[in-house]
């Protein structure tokens, strides 16, 4: 065994957990057994949780989420652009959910406004971004060919009059 090698520079006592509240903790009565039970929230969960605690809920009705910083477009649905949300992640846990995969965080993206991709786990989010991503490519190669497009057909009609 080496006695040489240094001791790993390792902030012992960095105060990286004092920026990170503790996770909120809280309780219910599970509606189906009369009993209570406590939920840990989700780092960074956005949900007051009044209207569940300390009252009869089905354990499956809770559950915690963050929201991402809505970005917005003008939507034409109606005739009339609509500014919606698009392309906003929220990561949501139920952890009482009958769904096993629903008890570990998850991504739930809305496309646009109530539009949504559910269950995304690490892997199907990235898979997600890389289907965008390449999206946007093909989004840039068909601005290049409007831009094209456009001034071969604007010099037509000029050429034409
Ligand atoms: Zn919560």
Redesign the pocket.
């Known amino acids: 065994m080496s006695v040489a090698s240094p001791a790993p520079v390792v902030a012992a006592s960095a105060p990286a957990t004092s920026t990170t509240p503790p996770p909120?903790t809280w309780a219910f009565i599970n509606r189906r057994t009369g009993r209570p039970q406590s939920?840990v929230?989700?780092d960074g969960?956005t949900?007051n949780?009044s209207r569940e605690q300390g009252r009869e809920v089905f354990p499956e009705d809770v559950w915690?989420w963050t929201w991402a910083e809505p970005m917005t477009l003008p939507v034409n649905e109606n005739g009339i652009p609509e500014e919606m949300a698009v392309l906003s992640t929220v990561i949501k846990v139920e952890p009482f959910s009958p769904t096993i995969s629903q008890r570990l965080p998850y991504a739930v993206v809305e496309l646009v406004e109530d539009q949504f991709i559910e269950n995304l786990d690490p892997d199907g989010y990235e898979t997600l971004i890389r289907t965008l991503s390449d999206r946007l490519d093909q989004m840039r190669e068909t601005h290049r060919r409007l831009v094209e497009v456009r001034a071969a057909y604007m010099g037509r009609s000029a050429s034409a009059v």
């Open positions: 909120r939920v929230c989700l969960c949900i949780h915690c």
